[in-house]
């Protein structure tokens, strides 16, 4: 079985915390549950932070990927987000 691909990318290179996750949280909420979204943020704070939010809220992490200075994560949408 092949890897799902993300039905969506969002490029947050260079965005402060924690927009990174505001703008992800929101994308996620336009999304139908069981869909993905690639997220791309830099190391440190945001790839920690973007993650960690998520699981938080129910989503789950499909994998984390670094290259390049920057994290590539995969995050699919919960069934029901927590408020």
């Known amino acids: 079985m092949t890897e799902r691909a993300p039905e969506c990318r ?3 290179r260079g ?3 924690p927009l990174n996750w505001v703008k992800t949280k929101l994308r996620l909420e336009e ?3 069981g ?7 830099d190391q440190g704070n945001p ?3 973007v993650p960690r939010s998520a699981k938080m809220e129910g989503h789950r992490i499909v994998h984390a990927i670094s290259r390049n200075g920057a994290v590539r ?11």
């Not at 993905?36 to 943020?41: A, G, K, L, Y």
């Not at 994560?73 to 408020?83: L, M, T, V, Y």
């Open 10 to 12: 969002l490029d947050l």
């Open 15 to 17: 965005t402060p915390c």
């Open 31 to 33: 999304m139908e549950p």
């Open 35 to 41: 869909r993905r979204i690639e997220v791309t943020v």
């Open 47 to 49: 790839a920690r932070n």
């Open 73 to 83: 994560i995969c995050i699919e949408r919960a069934e029901e987000s927590a408020p």
